[in-house]
């Protein structure tokens, strides 16, 4: 169709958002954007409907405007549309104004990273998007939430992560932070991303020691030839035990395991979800066979369901320290 008449029609549908006729205007276009699909017209579809989910933003429409996002991606879907700068970014700037508590937003995420998996080159969703997602969740603390979007975004999610478990730890106590940038060290080890988990656990030991001293936390720092300088934190015996995993991870590491399976058997005993994760860890990172192969989206799972804020949580004072 000539692009005049997209231009009507945009025109008739403003007007109606302007007059208060939201009812009409949504229906307005479906029907047109149908049209369209029908006629194979994708791009004018999808410009229609981006015009009128804008439109009923702005109007404070918000619950019509989602339901037409999910009809943008429709048409992305019967397009074949394939997530390139363009596509992403329309669906930022529609997720952007999704309130948090317009129940559809959720779907809308779903269906997105559905989307960019099913046409673009991640398996597990563009990564772009991930941590644009996981950037908004935690800018509305909902880090649970976040978690999940940031472990399959880019390289600078792991900071973001990292931050957003150490300010999640902040409402817990000061003993559990072991707990908390373990959901960051298992699930990048389990994905065969050692390089973030590095990045993760050493903002978050960072940040650990910039509190020290109004925490009371003692820290400690040992230069090792092997490794460098480490810090050790006394009293959580936890991060040191995760900190010599991270470094020590590397094919042929058997004595390093059984080192860390021996050292710290009473963090271990007190943590037994982690479990299934570390049985994985070993076989990938140091050579140790387990008799059975786990679902590794299972165990992620089982990680992310593992206690949070207020719930108990291992290395309490008088653990082993790291050495």
């Known amino acids: 169709m000539p692009s005049q008449n997209i231009e009507k029609t945009r025109a008739r549908m403003q007007l109606r958002i302007q007059e208060g006729q ?20 994708y791009d004018a579809a999808i410009d229609i409907l981006t015009s009128g989910a804008n439109a ?11 339901d037409i996002c999910l009809l943008i991606l429709d048409v992305y879907r019967t397009a074949s549309k394939k997530p390139d700068q363009d596509s992403k970014a329309r669906i930022i700037e529609l997720l952007s104004q999704l309130p948090s508590t ?3 937003r959720k779907r809308f995420i779903t269906e ?8 673009g080159i991640y ?12 950037t908004l969740l935690v800018s509305e603390h909902d880090y649970y939430e976040a978690e999940r979007h940031l472990l399959l975004g880019t390289p600078a999610s792991a900071s ?53 001293e ?57 943590a037994p979800w982690w479990k299934e994760a570390l049985e994985q860890i070993g076989e990938s990172y140091f050579d140790v066979k387990i008799r059975r192969q786990t679902n590794i989206l299972d165990m992620m799972g089982s990680l992310f369901g593992g206690p949070g804020p207020q719930q108990q949580a291992i290395g309490g004072p008088g653990g082993h320290d790291l050495d």
């Open 160 to 212: 973001t992560l990292a931050t957003a478990l150490f300010n999640w730890y902040q409402h817990d106590s000061p003993h559990t932070a072991a707990l908390y940038i373990s959901r960051a060290v298992f699930p990048y080890l389990l994905l065969g991303n050692l390089r973030d988990a590095h990045t993760a656990l050493k903002i978050f030991t960072e940040k650990l020691v910039e509190k020290a």
């Open 112 to 119: 997105s990273i559905a989307w960019t998996s099913k046409f």
């Open 123 to 134: 398996p597990a969703g563009d990564p772009f998007l991930h941590h644009y997602i996981g």
């Open 214 to 270: 109004k925490t009371g936390l003692v820290v400690q720092t040992i230069e090792d030839v092997k490794y460098g300088t480490v810090k050790v934190f006394p009293s959580l015996p936890g991060v040191n035990f995760l900190t010599l995993l991270v470094l020590s991870a590397a094919p042929g590491g058997r004595e390093v395991w059984q080192f860390l399976e021996g050292h710290y058997q009473t963090v271990l005993r007190e």
């Open 22 to 41: 939201y009812y009409e205007a949504h229906q307005q276009l479906r029907v047109v954007s149908q049209r369209y699909v029908k006629a194979k017209n």
């Open 56 to 66: 009923l933003f702005k109007a404070g429409q918000s619950a019509s405007a989602g």
């Open 102 to 104: 317009e129940p559809i």
